[in-house]
């Protein structure tokens, strides 16, 4: 019975650190203060790539490297207003199938929602504002398989406010604090990790091009979603980028990778058509 325990507890923090990736506006891996303004959808294609193997044991539960994460998005805009926006969203994420594990790509859906204002709406030295929340799963909590395994809830909930301003030439930065599901929001030895602080520095490189755009995003926390990124993104469009990033986690202990490079390919399209 003892070895048994040990073998879903095991499984339970394996599946419960594994990376998940919905995404209202963001900057590279966590929410930024920009949101959609009104009648904007905004479709994302991201690609998440492991980077390297983890060859370590949890309980004696060796982890199966996991399949490229894929996640197709649609956030839109829906106050029509300039000094307070809001915005509302989902995502589709697979890529969580692994054999006696659970199966999350059985629920894939997560939803997003983000009210804020944006930099200078009260005055030139007024900061940009954002409180929100996403990583809303279909699947509470976690539920117990016929085969001693746990298949674990897709409910991350993670809420967050964050604060930014914009000092030339210098660039944005950005700070704010998180906190979600204890249950799910945990590290390599299980123990509660649900909260860290969001940090991002960020700059549109005009001394290059008006299309170049580089950024560095920290989300703190030894969980699965503690991490560092940094990339850049190209603008082919007015309305279309590309960002090309690499994301290393806090604990590397933790999840099957400890590195991935990412491809997130965003659309914005107006419905009014303006």
């Keep these: ?17 594994q990376i998940a990736f919905a995404t209202p506006s963001t900057h590279i891996w966590s929410p930024a203060t920009d949101i959609q303004p009104y009648g904007v959808f905004h479709l994302t294609a991201d690609m998440y790539l492991p ?19 894929t996640n197709m998005g649609l956030t839109l805009g829906v106050l029509p207003f300039e000094k307070v926006q ?15 594990r659970g199966d999350l790509d059985d629920s894939p859906f997560y939803f997003n929602a983000k009210l804020g204002v944006p930099e ?29 395994t746990l298949e674990p809830g897709t409910d991350y909930n993670i ?12 660039g944005r930065f950005s700070a704010g604090y998180y906190a979600g ?34 950024a560095v995003d920290y989300m703190g926390g030894d969980n699965s979603f503690g991490a560092i990124a ?11 980028s590309v960002i090309f990033a ?3 986690q806090n604990n590397d202990k933790l999840a099957f990778v400890e590195d991935w490079f990412t491809v997130q390919v965003d659309i914005d399209f107006n419905v009014f058509g303006k």
């Excluded at 007024?126 to 016929?146: C, K, N, Q, S, W």
């Excluded at 123990?191 to 969001?198: A, F, N, R, S, Y």
């Design 120 to 148: 200078g709406s009260f005055g030139t030295y007024f900061p940009a504002l954002a409180i929100g929340g996403y990583m809303f799963g279909t699947r509470t909590d976690g539920e117990a398989r016929a085969n001693r």
């Design 51 to 69: 980077v390297k193997s983890d060859d370590e044991q949890v309980g004696g539960v060796r982890a199966d490297k996991p399949d490229p994460v």
């Design 230 to 240: 940094y990339g850049f993104s190209w603008k082919f469009a007015p309305n279309v």
């Design 1 to 17: 019975m003892k070895r048994i325990l040990t073998i879903v507890l095991a499984t339970a923090v394996i599946l419960s650190g």
């Design 159 to 170: 809420y967050y406010a964050k604060i930014a301003k914009t000092f030339d030439p210098v």
């Design 181 to 214: 599901n204890k249950k799910l929001l945990v590290d390599e030895n299980g123990k509660e990790d649900e909260h860290g602080v969001l940090l991002a520095w960020e700059r549109v490189m005009t001394e290059i091009s008006d299309k170049l755009w580089l």
């Design 246 to 248: 690499y994301v290393d």
């Design 86 to 100: 809001l915005e509302l969203g989902f995502d589709h994420i697979t890529g969580y199938s692994f054999a006696k």
